[in-house]
């Protein structure tokens, strides 16, 4: 990754920005000594605390999954923003005058300013076609599904005309150039059977919706075919860097400014929009996939509260189930409406009226009571066995509760469903809290081992190859990050050439350059978030809190270049088939495996 920004304007960034007044608007955090600060990791389930904000260093790190870094990282990881992107977002939130394009902005930066450009620019072709003849139809479906003309201008919503290039000859006609307009996602460009290919748009004879993000931008599309034969009911826009399905939320815009206590989750756009219409601004809904994480955490930015509005059918009891484990990992408080009187919200408020569907949100039942309701649903409980059963899954679920007071309430409320008395019921239960506990145990038992072995090491996957040098390699780093006026000394005695995994070449290379660069920086480490990716600052970070693990003793230091220099000696001897002894062994393998064949 280039360098985008100068060193005297990043200095002064990390000395306006405060990792933990940015951390708090994602993560609950409570204070775990005078400068470190703790709460549940938002990029892993956990039910341990584990992430750990230092408001001294200005860095982050979990030690559950390895996550760590800045708060540039962090919003790199959390809002999946580019480096400049982040870099930008702080600036602006501390008002810093952000450095001219000509210091920092990148290709891929400059694409994005485009591509929301373009679609901007879209949502208004496919805005005015809805009032054009040729969108007559699309207009008289909405108007048939009850929307106002004050709705349609709101939410922008449009018709993306019948034939192949409509769209893409306007871009065109606006300057914009084909490969802009591939990279937007707003074309397709099938291929031929002679291997040639051509540019259609993607979205045709659809009513559109654009979709906004909370910052205003329009970042994709959903189009929605008025004909009710046509499989494809509704058409999203392709991943591309300007639109990630999970990482947003539609209507989310108009949504984070309501004056209600919390935010209604929907399944489509138009239940979204009639409920709008209605004067539900709380209402948002996904883009066509289930509930992530990454939308959960979106959610808890604005609200502690969610009412899960799905269809009243069994794909919308499954996805309520989802999206219930997703937003209770996130302690989100959340509440189920069960829908009657139709199928959908759309359906409910054109039939019943606003004053109904209010009553509904009000009296949505708590997750809990949902989850339990959905078991008894399955079970005839007159039959014993269905009921042992049906006990057996109620219990699993009660004991997942982490609250004392809320498990002994809704165990003592199932029991009497069950007809158990209360002293089974409480025997039955903390049978299965004690398995927990040992699963849990077991769990966190092989997570370590698996650390301490390296299984499945994405950032450094030679480390477990190579351990001995890997080792070598990160007390050296470790050494660099915690006394940079050592570089030049190690330097000289270690050329990146005799580093052994590439990931920690990487590192050496990028510090001593960054140190060179900045003699006088006190944290070189935190420079490196330009040129490596937020998975890999945390890896980086973990060195950082562990940078006295040498305390920059001369002796340990000339022992760790000694012993990286062994190991890449070996290394390359066996590498060119000039370690006799590896030799020997080799060819004694295989006189002892031709001896047992014979």
């Known amino acids: 990754m280039a360098q985008f920004f100068g060193e005297e304007f990043l200095h002064e960034l990390r000395s306006r920005v405060d990792i933990v007044s940015v951390v708090e608007q994602y993560v609950t955090l409570k204070r775990s000594s005078s400068s470190s600060m703790v709460g549940l990791c938002p990029f892993h389930n956990e039910k341990t605390p584990s992430f750990h904000v ?20 962090f919003l790199m990881k959390m809002q999946n923003m580019s480096y400049p992107e982040a870099v930008t977002f702080l600036a602006e939130s501390v008002g810093m005058t952000v450095p001219t394009r000509d210091t920092f902005d990148s290709e891929i930066t400059q694409l994005r300013k485009t591509i929301l450009e373009m679609n901007k620019k879209a949502a208004r072709f496919f805005h005015e076609c809805l009032f054009r003849p040729e969108g007559q139809k699309a207009l008289e479906y909405i108007t048939r599904r009850g929307l106002s003309k004050n709705t349609l201008i709101r939410f922008g919503i449009g018709y993306s005309p019948a034939g192949w290039t409509g769209l893409y000859e306007k871009l065109r006609e606006w300057g914009y150039k084909d490969e802009q307009i591939k990279a937007s996602g707003l074309v397709i460009t099938p291929q031929k059977n002679d291997g040639r290919s051509r540019i259609f748009d993607r979205f045709r004879d659809r009513v559109m919706f654009p979709i906004i993000d909370a910052n205003g931008n329009v970042i994709g599309f959903g189009g929605r075919s008025m004909d009710p034969n046509d499989p494809a009911k509704y058409l999203n826009s392709p991943e591309v860097i300007t639109f990630r399905k999970g990482n947003n939320l539609y209507a989310l815009n108009y949504a984070k400014s309501t004056k209600k206590d919390c935010l209604i989750l929907c399944e489509g756009y138009m239940d979204v929009i009639a409920m709008h219409q209605a004067g539900f601004d709380n209402a948002v809904a996904g883009l066509g996939t289930a509930l992530t994480p990454e939308q959960g955490r979106l959610l808890k930015k604005y609200t502690d509260r969610v009412v899960l509005c799905y269809d009243n059918d069994e794909a919308g009891r499954k996805a309520t189930q989802r999206s219930m484990q997703v937003l209770s990992s996130l302690d989100l408080n959340v509440r189920v409406l069960t829908l009657r009187g139709g199928k959908d919200p759309d359906e409910i408020i054109k039939n019943e009226g606003r004053a109904f569907f209010q009553a509904l949100v009000d009296g949505s039942e708590t997750g809990m009571d949902f989850r339990l309701n959905e078991i008894f649903r399955k079970y005839d409980l007159s039959i014993d066995s269905q009921r042992v059963q049906c006990s057996n899954e109620v219990f699993d679920l009660l004991a997942s509760i982490r609250q004392d007071a809320q498990r002994e309430i809704y165990a003592s409320r199932a029991g009497k469903r069950l007809e158990l008395t209360d002293e089974t019921v409480k025997r039955e239960l903390n049978r299965r809290l004690r398995n ?47 006394f940079p006026e050592k570089a030049e000394k190690i330097a000289a005695q270690l050329p990146p050439e005799e580093f052994v995994t590439d990931f920690n070449r990487r590192v050496y290379m990028a510090l001593l350059e960054q140190i060179r660069q900045n003699p006088t920086a006190s944290e070189p480490g935190l420079l490196l978030t330009q ?17 006295e693990a040498i305390r920059g003793d001369e002796k340990e230091i000339l022992r760790a270049i000694e012993v990286l220099k062994e190991e890449k000696t070996k290394i390359d001897r066996r590498a060119a088939g000039g370690d006799d002894a590896f030799a020997a062994n080799l060819e004694r393998l295989r006189n002892k495996r031709k001896e047992a064949k014979e």
């Open 436 to 482: 927990l506990e040992r699963l849990r145990k077991k769990q966190q038992e092989k997570e370590e081992s698996n650390k301490l072995r390296g299984v499945g090491d994405r950032i450094n996957p030679q480390r477990m190859t190579y351990l001995r040098a890997a080792r070598a390699e990160e007390d050296l780093i470790s050494v660099l990050l915690a």
């Open 54 to 73: 230092d408001g001294q260093k200005q860095l982050f790190y979990c030690f559950g999954c390895g996550a760590g870094g800045d708060a540039i990282t």
């Open 531 to 547: 040129y490596f990716q937020p998975d890999e600052m945390g890896r980086i970070v973990s060195f950082i809190s562990s940078c």
